[in-house]
């Protein structure tokens, strides 16, 4: 009966102390993307630009070499990754957002996916040799956390003045 | 038929309330008597004012337990766009509005708060003018020390008037059982 009584008393300390973890980012916010086509001798390249941010919402939580991918998800099958991105944070400072630009090179194939996932104009693209920066629609975009650390703001502060001294 | 005795009720309440003002009472009087002054010295220091400054947020960065930056009240962010926007001669509720949600550092904790450790994480100066807003950090955390204390303070006479109400219980059940 104590016993019972003890895992029920553990179970709400720790319902309490759950708002105090740390809040990962979830979502990117404001993803668009860009996409330019430039021919020359060695044949056609695609780049791929991608700009969005990632908010560190925590009070007190700085996030240490964050790296994560942005994928391009296609929600009618499942989120199948359509493509995916990488970038990297040294450090995002608690209430601070970090701001992601990525510049990368695609095959035409892979292009022509990802033009067919935001339901854009392969023609344009061709004539116009770029697509105009477009605001992607929450729905196509899967953020994916693979690593990061956590510091104490304090202690962080801390040692960067310690450093400087 | 035996009296009711409460006394064991009364005193564990007694006890948890009186245990609770104690700790309250710790946690604000540490902040009043030992932080805030350091803070203030820290701000007012004539010398070395960059390190100061750093050394005084450093300090208000590690928030009062009663004053913690999760959540934010937005009157006392208005209140201070007004009391500001008074001392500049500002009328119109445009500029108003403008000096409040646009002008840098803004009048805002979270901003303040964003803003200065960005500063001094890479290593900038917090200037003499920046000061003012170190200054509405420190005035949350004073509030935050003042509620705790004011809180400590009603814990305590509940806590009292169950130690009162326990000796009463014991007496009334020593007298029934005598009977």
Redesign the interface.
């Given at each position: 009966m104590q016993k019972k009584y003890l895992s029920v008393f553990i179970i709400f300390t720790a319902i309490l102390f759950m708002p105090g973890c740390n809040k990962i980012p979830e979502k990117i916010q404001s993803p668009s993307i860009k996409i330019d086509l430039t021919e020359n001798d060695n044949g056609k390249k695609y780049t791929v630009r991608f700009s969005g941010g990632i908010k560190n919402e925590n009070?007190?939580t700085a996030f240490i070499g964050y790296k994560g991918n942005v994928v391009l998800a296609d929600p009618s099958k499942d989120d199948k990754a359509v493509d995916s991105l990488s970038f990297s944070f040294p450090?995002i400072?608690?209430?601070?957002s970090g701001i992601i630009n990525i510049k990368a090179e695609r095959s035409e194939e892979e292009v022509m996916q990802i033009l067919e996932l935001l339901n854009l104009s392969r023609e344009k693209l061709i004539a116009e040799k770029s697509v105009e920066r477009f605001n992607i629609d929450e729905k196509f975009i899967k953020l994916d956390t693979v690593t990061y650390k956590t510091r104490g703001?304090?202690k962080?502060?801390?040692d960067?003045?310690n450093e400087?001294n | 038929m035996k009296k009711i005795d409460d006394s064991k009720l009364y005193f564990y309440f007694a006890l948890t309330t009186l245990i609770i003002g104690i700790i309250l009472a710790v946690v604000s009087f540490y902040s009043i008597y030992s932080v805030e002054p350091e803070i203030k010295d820290l701000l007012a220091s004539a010398e070395n004012k960059d390190k100061s400054y750093?050394?005084a947020?450093?300090l208000l960065?590690?928030?009062q337990i009663f004053a913690?930056?999760?959540h934010f009240d937005t009157e006392q962010d208005l209140q201070l766009g007004y009391s500001t926007a008074k001392k500049l001669n500002i009328d119109s509720q445009r500029d108003l509005e403008i000096l409040v949600s646009k002008t840098f550092p803004g009048t805002t904790v979270?901003k303040a708060?964003?803003y200065f450790?960005?500063k001094?994480?890479y290593?900038k100066e917090i200037t003499a003018d920046e000061k003012r807003y170190l200054e509405v950090l420190l005035d949350r955390r004073m509030k935050g020390a003042r509620l705790g204390r004011n809180t400590m303070i009603f814990v305590l006479v509940v806590s009292m008037i169950s130690w009162i109400l326990l000796f009463v219980e014991k007496r009334r059940v020593v007298s029934f059982n005598s009977e």
């Open positions: 009070s007190d450090v400072l608690p209430f601070d703001i304090v962080l502060l801390k960067r003045l400087k | 750093e050394r947020y450093i960065r590690d928030p913690r930056y999760e979270k708060l964003r450790d960005n001094v994480y290593g």
